[in-house]
Nanobody, 123 residues
Framework: QVQLVKSGGGLVQAGGSLRLSCAAS????????LGWFRQAPGKEREFVAA????????YYTDSVKGRFTISRDNAKKMVNLQMNNLEPDDTAVYYC????????????????WGQGSQVTVSS
């Protein structure tokens, strides 16, 4: 079992940066595919970024490519999301999550979820 505890988030002006981190517990952390999702008010939860299960390859939704970077530290059991050049449309609650199998962009593939972190980008 994996427990995910998030940190980071907050309020920033458009063009600014924020960093989200997620610390995991569990002895098999390295065997999980890790990802970040977000949910804006009135919208469904959507994929933002994730690693393949091997942890070698990052994937991003088109709207954040070139602005967001997902990183992973297996020794510290952490996954991070560096968000640069933030836009008002990035405003949402962000979640880290872990999966074992399934499509890495699919919410239903993830079995462990951290608490949400509010990210608000003002124009």
């Amino acid at each position: 079992q994996v427990q995910l505890v998030k940190s980071g988030g907050g309020l920033v002006q458009a063009g600014g940066s924020l960093r989200l981190s997620c610390a995991a517990s569990g002895r098999t952390f390295s065997s999980y595919g890790l990802g970040w999702f977000r949910q804006a008010p009135g919208k469904e939860r959507e994929f933002v970024a994730a690693f393949s299960r091997s942890g070698d390859t990052p994937y991003y939704t088109d709207s954040v490519k070139g602005r967001f970077t997902i990183s992973r530290d297996n020794a510290k059991k952490m996954v991070n999301l560096q968000m640069n050049n933030l836009e008002p449309d990035d405003t949402a609650v962000y979640y880290c999550a872990a999966r074992t199998v399934g499509l890495l962009t699919s919410v239903s593939a993830y079995i462990y979820w951290g608490q949400g972190s509010q990210v608000t980008v003002s124009s």
